[in-house]
């Protein structure tokens, strides 16, 4: 009686295990023949260079110039490329075909530690956002609700490398062209001659924010059906997940001069017009940008607040992403993140993310000459909205102000 009851039991964990183990290895299994979602082992349908060319292109590393790469070579031997997966020597196919498991050991040693200021501003930014999050006084739209009860197509900004074991949620106006690039150039998936693209700055514009180079977490349906909510916790806990955000109301000057003061044809006939016939008093606006560059016709920045501001706006359809608030695009508290850079800090965050990702050996985050939107001119872009407006709009923003740090304007909103 006893041990037949305890065989029940011992058959039923036994199961449960198993079933465990099938849903978390699912991914490798249904991922061997993918393309952009490539395992971490070398699978069969990663075009590798021949091996001729491949001791063509492989440098010899200069061993006294860089103390890290020094190190590499003694914890690396026989990895002359330490980004090459595979081991330089065989000259055989067979030998290939073999080919044992080989780990991703491409890191970067570095003997000193990440300085103390870095590490501590990660610390607070995190701790703010657990706070917010429990915060009753923070409100908005969907904060309660739990990761499962968030719909699919909502999940369309988290970009996953399963190679590194990244998760990123992109946040446009806020260094994403850059960010975006260097997803691609980790996942490995735009391929030149043969082999990976490698310089983040030489993949073309149009690709960057072409969604068939991203693997993203909305795409999870269609691969796994009903497993995709169970993978994607699993991914959200073991990988590491970042964001970049920056000044909420710096973000929004950057979308407009961005879409509406640069010709847009597409922003233009989306929102341009609208906002002209609605609030410029202009019932028949110019049907192109051209012709409205022409008579230089274009929706001011006041023009666009009151677009942003009227409930007729969001009845028709989401904000678009270049204003819609991070909270809704990134989910800050359903998805715990590992680092939150802030884009007025975008040089340090950025080199203390690639070596915390262990991957500051593969790319290096892309400088940008670009005169940044700077907060300073926030004044004067606001002089033409009415305070009263402005105090609206900063409503519509405030959870994103609140969950990462940012202070509310006062010099705008108190005059
Ligand atoms: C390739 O491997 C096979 C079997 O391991 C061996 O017989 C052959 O000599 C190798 N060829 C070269 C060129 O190393
Ligand atoms: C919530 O936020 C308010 C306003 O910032 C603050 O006064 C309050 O102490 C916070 N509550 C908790 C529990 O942290
Ligand atoms: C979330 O839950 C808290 C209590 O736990 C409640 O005060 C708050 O109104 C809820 N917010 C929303 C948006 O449902
Ligand atoms: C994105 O890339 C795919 C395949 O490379 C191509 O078929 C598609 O037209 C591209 N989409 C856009 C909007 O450029
Ligand atoms: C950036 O700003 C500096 C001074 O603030 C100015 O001299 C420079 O021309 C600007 N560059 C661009 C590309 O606008």
């Known amino acids: 009686m006893g041990t037949s009851r305890m065989f029940r039991v011992f058959v039923i964990l036994g199961s449960a295990f198993m079933i465990l183990l099938i849903i978390i290895y699912w991914d490798d299994v249904g991922a061997s023949h993918l393309y952009l979602h490539t395992p971490v082992s070398p699978g069969p349908k990663i075009p590798h260079p021949p091996p001729e060319q491949r001791t063509q292109t492989s440098r010899t590393?200069?061993?006294?110039?860089?103390?890290?790469?020094?190190?590499?070579?003694?914890?690396?031997?026989?990895?002359?490329?330490?980004?090459?997966?595979?081991?330089?020597?065989?000259?055989?196919?067979?030998?290939?075909a073999e080919e044992p498991y080989v780990p991703r050991r491409e890191w970067k040693i570095h003997l000193t530690p990440v300085i103390a200021e870095l590490r501590q501003r990660q610390e607070q930014r995190r701790r703010l956002l657990q706070e917010m999050c429990s915060n009753d006084s923070v409100v908005f739209p969907g904060k309660n609700r739990s990761f499962d009860d968030i719909?699919?197509?909502?999940?369309?900004?988290?970009?996953?490398?399963?190679?590194?074991g990244i998760i990123y949620c992109y946040v446009p106006k806020v260094a994403c062209s850059n960010w975006k690039r260097i997803m691609i150039v980790l996942s490995e998936s735009?391929?030149?001659?043969?082999?990976?693209?490698?310089?983040?700055l030489a993949i073309p514009r149009d690709l960057v924010h072409n969604s068939s180079m991203h693997f993203t977490f909305n795409k999870f349906w269609k691969r796994y059906g009903k497993f995709a909510k169970h993978l994607m916790k699993v991914k959200l806990k073991k990988y590491?997940?970042?964001?970049?955000?920056?000044?909420?109301?710096?973000?929004?000057?950057?979308?407009?001069?961005?879409?509406?003061?640069?010709?847009?044809?597409?922003?233009?006939?989306?929102?341009?017009?609208?906002?002209?016939?609605?609030y410029a008093n202009q019932p028949t606006p110019p049907a192109s940008v051209d012709e409205a560059f022409a008579v230089g016709v274009h929706p001011s920045f006041s023009h666009f607040v009151q677009y942003l501001l009227?409930?007729?706006?969001?009845?028709?359809?989401?904000?678009?992403?270049?204003?819609?608030?991070?909270?809704?695009?990134c989910h800050p508290c359903q998805i715990q993140y590992d680092f939150v850079g802030h884009l007025e800090t975008a040089e340090d965050d950025a080199e203390h993310l690639l070596r915390l990702l262990r991957v500051d050996n593969v790319v290096e985050f892309p400088t940008t000459h670009r005169n940044l939107t700077a907060s300073s001119w926030e004044a004067d872009w606001f002089n033409a909205v009415p305070v009263e407006t402005r105090r609206e709009l900063y409503k519509l923003y405030e959870p994103d102000f609140r969950l990462f740090g940012y202070d509310r304007p006062d010099s705008i909103l108190n005059e």
């Open 240 to 278: 590491t997940k970042f964001i970049f955000v920056r000044d909420p109301f710096v973000r929004l000057i950057s979308a407009y001069r961005n879409k509406f003061e640069l010709r847009n044809e597409d922003f233009y006939r989306r929102f341009a017009k609208v906002m002209l016939r609605h």
């Open 61 to 96: 590393p200069s061993f006294l110039s860089d103390i890290d790469a020094f190190v590499n070579q003694f914890l690396e031997p026989g990895t002359g490329e330490p980004t090459d997966p595979a081991p330089l020597d065989t000259g055989n196919q067979s030998d290939k």
């Open 151 to 164: 719909p699919n197509k909502e999940l369309d900004h988290l970009i996953v490398d399963d190679r590194h």
């Open 310 to 329: 009227d409930p007729q706006t969001e009845k028709e359809a989401p904000f678009n992403e270049h204003w819609r608030q991070v909270y809704r695009l």
């Open 190 to 200: 735009l391929l030149q001659d043969g082999v990976p693209q490698r310089d983040p």
